[in-house]
């Protein structure tokens, strides 16, 4: 493929010069560790490092050009191409050069404070019962064609990685993929392009603050989804009626909306809902018609995330039937309420909960599974929002019988300082609560609270297996912590 056709549509701030136009790119790379002979490399600037520093290490591996946002350095020796926007022309370039893929898939895209990684989780189950290949992207893990093929690094990878996955899922006979589309992603051009056919929106609450600043910004990232971005309008749009949010997203004339949620108004709309310690069992009214669902999901939280998931089903055109049996098969979540066993008599959840609403609804959650007591244990991540801290600390003692603070992942902040910010918002309440900045210790100490009925809330890192310090990354799994701590009370499952 030519550069002029590789970077097609693309906005450029320097012409070209007529001679490069025609020559062979054999790859793309942001990464000069991954630049080769024929690659063009994107610099972009960043936070910590800026690319433009490692533009040089990419023409000496025999990179054809340098495309960056940026104006060509002074002493610099090789092509540079000076575009716009420098992610979204990478994302512009990446679907030229794996020849539109996104255009093929059905590409679902979830956006929203909570509830993104269990809706996920939901669709591809639901696509996967209706017989297709499908792909997952999200905080957990990137999965293709039923194959898991590494962690997640990012919640939205950059588009290079994006385009690359819907290759690979084409190549083996995939159809569809879902995924969670970060505000992070959306605000910086990670999708800038990307051919959506149906855009999510869960729900927005307080979060990420330090990267948007404001609530206002925030949300504009998140509404992107909607219109276009770059690429035509999604074909249909899901959106949580009940959010206060939902009704200032902008969608396109030609887009169909479901509106779901459980008050008045939504097009999709639960009702008679039992909970119980076993799941979720109601109903679903949509257009003039009752469905029956059942899901082994925990919660009346999950009920919001099933209903965005049954809509996105229905924007494929497939039957109810197969839906309602998608959703019975996601029988669980990594680190999204999930239940550590080890015969206790009490239980003990592991859930992600890292904001205050979210930390809000897993409590109560668990307060809805029992008459006893709910503890919890949460900590706060360090160099991130400072302002959802206190808010985090009010939602855990405003809900809970007794509240156990601990470090999360500190990264280069003192521990001390985050939960005493964390603090601020306890203190508010009467609830009885602990300060105890080891986190394994944490987790002894709350379940050695608890007596027979209780529900014991590990709340903060979910599946994260690892522990960010100062000045290292530590192994660290609540759930096993969790059940070597249960073992040595004597317990076993």
């Keep these: 493929m030519t550069l002029s056709e590789v970077l097609q549509g693309v906005a450029l701030n320097s012409e070209m010069p007529p001679e490069m136009a025609t020559a062979s790119v054999r790859g793309l790379a942001y990464d000069s560790r991954k630049a080769a002979v024929g690659f063009l490399f994107f610099a972009f600037p960043g936070a910590n490092v800026d690319g433009s520093q490692f533009a040089a290490q990419a023409i000496a591996k025999g990179a054809l050009a340098v495309v960056s946002e940026l104006p060509r350095p002074v002493d610099f020796e090789g092509n540079w191409i000076q575009v716009v926007h420098?992610?979204?022309?990478?994302?512009?370039?990446?679907?030229?050069?794996?020849?539109?893929?996104?255009?093929?898939?059905?590409i679902t895209g979830i956006t929203g404070t909570n509830g993104k990684t269990t809706t996920s989780y939901l669709v591809d189950s639901i696509l996967r019962e209706a017989g297709y290949?499908?792909?997952?992207?999200g905080t957990i893990e990137y999965r293709l064609a039923g194959k898991v093929l590494r962690a997640a690094a990012n919640t939205t990878p950059e588009s290079l990685e994006l385009f690359q996955l819907f290759s690979l899922l084409e190549a083996d006979g995939g159809t569809h993929a879902t995924m969670?589309?970060?505000?992070?992603?959306?605000?910086?051009?990670?999708?800038?392009g990307i051919q959506f056919h149906t855009a999510v929106f869960t729900n927005l609450t307080v979060d990420h603050l330090d990267f948007h600043h404001t609530m206002e910004a925030y949300f504009a990232a998140k509404a992107l989804?909607?219109?276009?971005n770059g690429a035509v309008a999604p074909r249909f749009a899901v959106i949580n009626h009940d959010d206060p949010h939902a009704k200032q997203i902008e969608t396109n004339a030609g887009t169909e909306v479901f509106w779901y949620g459980l008050e008045e108004g939504s097009t999709t709309r639960a009702q008679k809902i039992v909970s119980t310690f076993e799941g979720l069992q109601f109903e679903i009214q949509h257009k003039g018609s009752t469905y029956p669902v059942a899901s082994p999901l925990v919660g009346e939280i999950n009920v919001y995330n099933i209903l965005a998931a049954w809509s996105t089903g229905m924007s494929y055109s497939i039957q109810p039937a197969v839906i309602a049996r998608g959703i019975a098969k996601c029988a669980a979540v990594p680190g999204r309420f999930e239940r550590v066993q080890e015969g206790q008599p009490f239980l003990v959840i592991v859930d992600y909960a890292h904001t205050g609403d979210a930390l809000k609804n897993a409590i109560r959650t668990a307060r809805s599974l029992t008459k006893q007591r709910v503890i919890t244990m949460?900590?706060?991540?360090?160099?991130?929002?400072?302002?959802?801290?206190?808010?985090?600390?009010?939602?855990?003692?405003?809900?809970?019988?007794?509240v156990v603070l601990t470090s999360d992942n500190p990264r280069s902040e003192d521990p001390l300082d985050i939960m005493n910010d964390a603090l601020v918002g306890?203190?508010?309440s009467d609830t009885p609560h602990i300060v105890e900045p080891d986190r394994e210790r944490a987790i002894r100490r709350a379940i050695e609270q608890a007596g027979p009925g209780d529900v014991v809330l590990l709340a903060g890192k979910g599946h994260e297996t690892y522990q960010v310090l100062k000045d290292k990354v530590v192994d660290f799994d609540d759930r096993e912590v969790a059940r070597r701590v249960l073992r040595g009370f004597g317990y076993s499952a």
């Design 180 to 192: 969670e589309t970060s505000s992070h992603a959306l605000a910086l051009g990670r999708v800038y």
């Design 86 to 106: 420098g992610r979204q022309a990478l994302s512009l370039a990446a679907g030229n050069f794996y020849g539109h893929p996104d255009r093929r898939l059905g």
């Design 378 to 402: 949460f900590g706060c991540g360090g160099d991130r929002d400072r302002s959802k801290r206190p808010l985090m600390g009010m939602a855990a003692a405003s809900k809970s019988d007794f």
């Design 225 to 228: 989804l909607f219109t276009g």
């Design 133 to 137: 290949i499908t792909g997952l992207v």
């Design 426 to 428: 306890i203190r508010r």
